[in-house]
């Protein structure tokens, strides 16, 4: 079979890297084409465009990007019809790949989707054109079935891909010393997200706390692939230490952790280390048009999937750098509060289950294929 991925993000691709090497074993001929990352160019994909091209978020910043966007999607379609695929697997990045199922339904291109875009946020009515345009649905979240249940929406629940991912990582017992610490030495994980718009907007925060805080280490998960400069204002801080794509094994040492929503969130859960989530834009119209329509209490997956606050959030105007302050403290001193977060960690992981979720999903989209 020929399978055809795309990505728009580094959860993505590393979710889709996994499925690529569940599909081999279960289908040994398999070829496959991807828009993402090293991660499923290192599975075997034949790379066409880098995530890193197509990492616009917030309202305002996809306007302002609008005629860039459609020059990738019109390049995506070409490439789809000259390859020819059995199969078409988007990875969320929903605002993308949604053009390009409304396209390939009417091509007569099958289309499957893993990882459901997160509709039930916002614009819970766009469940109706995923219904018309997808052939098959693969879900994560445990919430995510009787979602599509309401629109008479038959999918596929397979657990999350974030489980296979950690337990698939074996912690490197030499990182604390190759990062010039001791064995018993507490840090601070910063994980401030890998796009253009999250370094911008959050990093200057997770530096300002790190200064506010001189006699705590903070370690900060950068990623290559992303431009540079953008880590140049927390080389010059002295308790900053960088550390490039190498995030599991910052937070599998980490005492605590401040983390910009999204995957990771739920990635710091499962590495049980207490943190706070935070979220900021420096558009001030996206952050409002966002407001008048997510239709969630909370935005982190941790809090999400617990159906509680867990962690504290800390969205836009409340991401002072005195509350940032003083939620960091707690986490790093407070050992009530450390344990009431880890015990609420427990119940997520009993509710995720510990089932190998590629291969199940793997499982599932060559049934039907073949089917």
Known sequence: MRYYLIAGERSGDLHGSNLIKSLKKKDPQAEFRAWGGEYMENAGANLVVHYDNLGFMGFMEVLIYFRKILKYIKLCKKDIISYQPDVVILIDFAGFNMRIAQFLKKKGVLVYYYISPKIWAWNTGRARKIKKSIDRMFVILPFEKAFYHQYNYDVDYVGNPVVDAIDSHTPDPSFLKGIGLLKDEKYVALLPGSRKQELESILPEMVKLARSMPDVIFILGAIHGVNDSYYATSTSVQNIKLVFDRTYDVLAYAHAAVVTSGTATLETCLWKVPQVVVYKSNSRISMAIAK?????KFISLVNLIA???????????????????????????NNQYRNQILDSYEEISSILGKDPVSDKAATMIVKYLNG
């Open 292 to 296: 008048m329509v997510i239709k969630v």
């Open 307 to 333: 159906g509680k606050e867990v962690v504290k959030e800390l969205i836009q105007e409340n991401l002072s750098p005195e509350n940032l302050n003083d939620e960091v403290v707690k986490l790093y001193k």
